[in-house]
């Protein structure tokens, strides 16, 4: 398996504008996770998904702030409108819960930066 | 609910030296517990894992983990630093209350000094 895939790499937009980063998590497994790393914060859980269906978005900043996922091999996670203190690295993260091995399994990040 | 607290968020070392970085957890029942390891520009991998069984739990790397229970602890330690251990390291905690969900600590830098 290639791993969790996350597109783009990196995101350069002007404040005000539309972001949409993007994830594919590992197939077969049943979590996955929206984070935000920066320096002040840390690693900030901002929703998880089990099965498709979101279940806590409490760490969401705002409504400015959207997540979906489709189907199993494919979510999205946009901001609309952008804004400068949303400059951070986005990472995505799928786990298989229930059996022993439950650690979750994280993507290369996206970094975006809000100008 | 369950968190961590990573003691110190930088660790200097020289190479050849031991590492130790503490990790301190909350949990109302028998944690799972995790070390990953971010080097720059990358995302978190495993190092090592403790769900049940021996407490003490080896990883890749060389580095090894002991989780004590009295303590609330799962310190993360390798006998010999080397320069390419230099990173940031991130304690995790799930299944608190039925809970898979990880919590994560706020990280430690370590610094290998030639």
């Known amino acids: 398996d290639a791993g969790v895939i996350q597109s783009p790499r990196h995101e350069v937009t002007e404040m005000g504008q539309e972001v949409t980063l993007r994830c594919k998590p590992i197939s077969g497994h049943d979590y996955l996770f929206w984070y935000r790393q920066t320096m002040m914060r840390g690693l900030e859980l901002l929703i998880y998904?089990?099965?498709?269906?979101?279940?806590?978005d409490s760490g969401m900043p705002e409504d400015r702030f959207s997540a979906k996922m489709p189907n199993a091999s494919f979510s999205t996670l946009k901001i609309q409108p952008s804004e400068p203190r949303d400059s951070a690295v986005y990472f995505c993260?799928?786990?298989?819960?229930?059996?022993?091995?439950?650690?979750?399994?994280f993507g290369q990040g996206t970094r975006l930066t809000v100008v | 609910a369950q968190s961590v607290t990573q003691l110190g968020s930088h660790v200097s070392v020289s190479e050849g030296a031991l590492v130790l970085l503490r990790c301190n957890y909350s949990s109302s029942v028998p944690p799972y517990l995790f070390w990953y390891v971010q080097y720059p520009n990358q995302g978190l991998q495993l190092l090592l894992k403790y769900t049940t069984g021996a407490t003490l739990v080896k990883g890749i790397n060389g580095f090894e983990a002991e989780f004590k229970k009295s303590e609330t602890s799962f310190h993360l330690t390798k006998p010999s630093a080397h320069m390419s251990d230099a990173a940031e390291y991130f304690c995790a905690v799930s299944k608190s209350g039925g809970s898979y969900i990880p919590t994560f600590g706020r990280g430690t830098s370590l610094i290998v000094h030639p």
């Open positions: 993260a799928s786990s298989l819960v229930g059996q022993r091995n439950t650690e979750a399994f």
């Open positions: 998904f089990n099965n498709n269906v979101p279940i806590d």
